[in-house]
């Protein structure tokens, strides 16, 4: 079997981590890399043998590139998106899929034209841990879910030109790391909610440096999460339903997962992995495209769009409206 090659778009912090994962699978490696700064790029490809390219035009239509990846701040993700598609690349695209609903249309629509493979890199889906989640789920074993409970806080001292902080990066803790836990309240409910309603305590910069909000879902079921860029939190999540409760310690790349009825602890499952756990994500995505599938069971496209739509609607409640939009 040809090794499948892959482009990088973005040589920055999330690109070396990613390929902390890609090394550990098989059959696949990194064919190019684009950066904005060649010499960014330069070093990165040197590290592992890859080509670096002075523009994305020539990275993409390199011959070894098979699927590209996106690995750039939110506001380019699109640009970057559409030119490989258009290029007739596949494409797995960092969280958030784009800064907002219409953005993350317009690249499903284009995905869907031209027949190609698009994901956004919702990672967390892809672990063993959230595999067993899941099933436990689907067995019923806590009965019908009632509450889904997940908070994503990090500490990141405010600094204005940093990606996070802002807002012409479409900077804040929503689009960060809320979107993890807007994500897993999707996956334990499998729908989008009907009522959303948010708060938010912005930065000096205007962006949300935290957030807590509560969707709720048709047939009942609530989530109540919490997203910051000012406070470390729990980063944990619990799914708690009529019969017993799951707890997912560090949820957005789990180790484990237990399961408790009747508030005792009932079974846990632990996993170790190497690295930081993208090469459950990466050999999905392999899979998903060497049997020329469209889109990825486990991250639909329409659930990144819909995904989208609620933090666009946290956004006009707090009234946080990026200055490109
Ligand atoms: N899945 C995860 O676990 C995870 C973790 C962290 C981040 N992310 C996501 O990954 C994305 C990047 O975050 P990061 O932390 O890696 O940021 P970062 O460290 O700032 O890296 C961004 C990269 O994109 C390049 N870049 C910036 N503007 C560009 C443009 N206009 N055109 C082309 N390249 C451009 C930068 O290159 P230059 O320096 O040359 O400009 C840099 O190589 C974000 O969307 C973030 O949400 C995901």
Redesign the pocket.
Known sequence: MKKTGWGF??????????MTGLVQVPDTYLAAV????YD??KSFADKYNAKVYAT?EEMIADRNVDIVYV???????K??TLMALNMGKPVLC???MAPNAEQVSEMIQTARRKKIFLME?M?TRFFPAMEKIRSWLKDGRIGKVQLVIADFGYYERENPSH?IFNPDTAGGSL??VGVYTIAFAFMVFGKKPNRVTGLADMTSTGVDAAMGCTLGFEGGGLALLYSAVNTDTTQEAQVIGEKGRIVIPRF??PKEAHLYLGGKLEESFKQEHAG?G?QFEIAAVLEDIRKGRLESELMPLDESLAIAEVMDELRKQWGLVYPFE
């Open positions: 778009i973005g040589a920055g912090d999330i690109a070396n981590r990613f684009y950066s904005r700064t960014r790029a994305p690995g750039t701040p939110h506001t380019v993700h640009e970057n960092e969280k958030p890199a990672w990606i689009l960060d957005w790349s930081d993208y």
